[in-house]
């Protein structure tokens, strides 16, 4: 049995209790959306808790990541993967504050939003962008609605090349908390505008 206590040092300093999704199973949903963004040249991606999907690059031909997470220390810098140099933008603020100019890309992995001011500017963004990512558990209700929302919002102009569900439940990860429940069956999906299937 994989115990999340020989994976992490310590919790988050604010108690969110989702530190399972750092363990190794779980990062296969980085790795994942990482590989659907190979041909993404400006990623936006909204609550990377921790895990952002640039630490899962290998050599995509991205030019900038922005990650927005009200609990994300706010910096920019140049980080090269591979033979590319990349620019992370991290931007500790609601997604309602972020002043995000240009995307095609959306990453949204664990979505479960609870503003719904944020979850709205959420999908404004998702209408602007070629190829959005979601991922979340399938029994919890707020992200069972918030992407049955995103996805009749984009019926006219998306469709979903990938609708998979991801079973974690034989890794057999705890949560440091054991009183918190490990959401182990979870929804990935990958949707994008009619025409761009193929890129």
């Given amino acids: 049995m994989i115990k999340l206590k020989d994976l992490l040092l310590e919790k988050t300093d604010d108690g969110v209790e ?9 990062t296969a949903r980085n790795h994942l959306a990482a590989a659907w963004c190979k041909g993404s040249k400006n990623v936006l991606e909204v609550g990377s808790y921790r895990n952002p999907v640039y630490q899962f690059y290998t050599e995509q031909n ?3 990541i922005t990650v927005v997470d009200p609990k994300a220390e706010t910096f920019e ?3 090269k993967i591979g033979s590319n140099n990349i620019k992370i933008s991290s931007i500790g603020e609601k997604l ?3 002043k995000i ?12 939003i609870p503003s719904r001011e944020s979850f709205e500017v959420l999908k404004s963004h998702c209408q602007s ?18 992407i049955s929302e995103i996805i009749e919002t984009l019926s ?6 990938v609708d998979i569900t991801l ?3 034989n890794s057999n990860v705890k949560n440091l908390n054991i009183s918190t429940p490990v959401y182990d069956k979870r929804r990935f999906i990958v949707l994008k505008t009619h025409g761009k299937q193929n890129d």
Avoid: C, M
Wanted: aromatic letters at 10%.
């Fill in 101 to 112: 100019i240009y995307h095609d890309t959306i990453v949204a992995l664990g979505l479960g």
């Fill in 167 to 169: 079973d974690f439940s």
């Fill in 62 to 64: 991205t030019k900038k």
């Fill in 77 to 79: 810098k140049n980080k």
């Fill in 18 to 26: 989702w530190d399972y999704l750092l363990s190794e199973p779980y």
């Fill in 129 to 146: 962008a070629n190829t959005i990512i979601l991922e979340g558990a399938i029994n919890w209700p707020q992200t069972v609605r918030q």
């Fill in 96 to 98: 309602e504050d972020a």
């Fill in 156 to 161: 006219q102009s998306h469709n979903i090349i």
